[in-house]
Every structure is written in C-alpha cells, then in structure tokens.
C-alpha cells in the first residue's frame, strides 16, 4: 500500500459546480498535511495547510481526518482556472521529508 | 525577495552526457531539499543538504547521482552518464531551519530530457 494515495482523476465538472478530493495516508504518525497545486510542466504550488479542526481560503475548504486518515479538499463554485493537478503531502512526525501523492486531475469545463 | 531559483529550467543530455542541476535557495536559507517527478507520478523525495552536508541521502539512487550544498554557491545535483529513465523534473526547495511544518515552496523545476 502507498504511504499516501490519490484517485488520479480526472475530475471533469462543470463551472460552478462543487468538488471534492480526498487523500489518504497509511503513517498513523503523520502530523501536517497540505493541498498543493500543479499545473501543467509547473512547480507545485503551495495551496493550504490541513489543520485538525478544518480551514477555509475563500472557495476553498481542507479537512482532516484523523481517525480515517485521509485529508480532503473541497471546492465551491468551481472556475475554469481552477483545472489543474491536485497534490496532497503528507510530513511524519520527526521527520522533514514530505511524501506526496501522485495528484487528481480537475477539469473544470465551460 | 527571490524565491528559490533553479537553472536551467529545460536541459537536454544524451545518453551517456552528465547533467548538472543548479538550485539557489531563498535567501536566509541554508536547507535545501530535491525531489523528483517522474511523469505521470507524484514527487519523490531525493536528497536533503545543509551548507556543505549532506544530511539524508535516502532517495538517492545508489549510482550515477550525488549532490552538493558547497559554502558559496548554488545546490548541485549532478547525475552522470544520464539514461533515459532520468527523464523527469527535478525540483528543489530550501527553508531557514530544518523541519519544515510550513510547507515547501519549490523552484520552478529543471525539466531533464535524456535522447
């Protein structure tokens, strides 16, 4: 089992509409978690951190589950700006090497 | 304020040519971090240098690659008599301390292409 997976997609919805990722992770030892975001033959882009009790940015939502052990990224009213790749990063407590997921594709189509 | 710069943002090489890869961290920083993507996957981690030290080596492959964090200069990541397989983006990262709760900002990648 991978330390950390993602549903590689692709996700085509709608402008407008409401999606949700989830990531999972096997370390129960995993102590920050991340969203970030790829865009095609570009960096990875810092997006948000995940914290325990949930946060917002705007359209965006992250929430962490510890029990189940998965994170999740929600997005309101989807733009066409938003397609992109999805990463979620996973660091170890103790540790300093963030594990990554292979991503989610989301298209947001006109 | 520079963010973390990698050069050159796209390298050719054909099999059997070295490839060296520069990585400046953001200033301040003496921690620098390399990941690599191979297509279709997700970013691996590689090798984790302070100013002259190389601290975890771990996602090295055992041949052909190193890497250096000299005291003046840029990160280099050095791969020799490149092969295909290493056809990939490879980015870097720095932070101030190690630990890095943060999040890493990355370069904008040197994109490797072996023919």
């Known amino acids: 089992r991978k330390e950390v997976e993602q549903d590689p997609g692709p996700f085509n919805v709608p402008e407008g509409a409401t999606v949700a990722f989830n990531c999972t992770y096997s370390n129960s030892a995993s102590q920050s978690f991340f969203w970030y975001r790829q865009d095609c033959r570009k960096e990875p882009k810092l997006l948000m951190s995940v914290y325990s009790s949930g946060n917002e940015d705007g359209r965006f939502t992250a929430q962490l589950n510890r029990a189940s052990q998965y994170i999740s990224l929600l997005i309101r009213d989807s733009k066409l700006s938003d397609s992109a790749t999805y990463l979620c990063a996973v660091l170890t407590s103790g540790t300093y090497k963030y594990i990554f997921g292979t991503g989610t594709r989301l298209k947001v189509l006109a | 304020n520079a963010g973390v710069m990698q050069n050159p943002r796209h390298l050719v090489r054909r099999r059997g040519q070295e490839a060296r890869l520069r990585c400046s961290p953001m200033k301040g920083h003496s921690h620098v971090y390399w990941y690599r993507q191979l297509p279709e996957e997700g970013l691996k981690f590689m090798v984790y240098l302070q100013k002259e030290n190389i601290i975890d080596e771990s996602g090295m492959p055992k041949e052909r690659f190193s890497a250096e964090f000299p005291k003046e200069g840029p990160s280099i990541l050095r791969i020799q008599q490149v092969v295909r397989g290493d056809s990939a983006a490879y980015f870097c990262?720095?932070?101030?301390?190690?630990?890095?709760?943060?999040?890493?900002?990355f370069g904008s990648g040197t994109r490797l292409t072996v023919v």
């Open positions: 990262a720095s932070s101030q301390n190690s630990g890095t709760e943060n999040g890493y900002t």
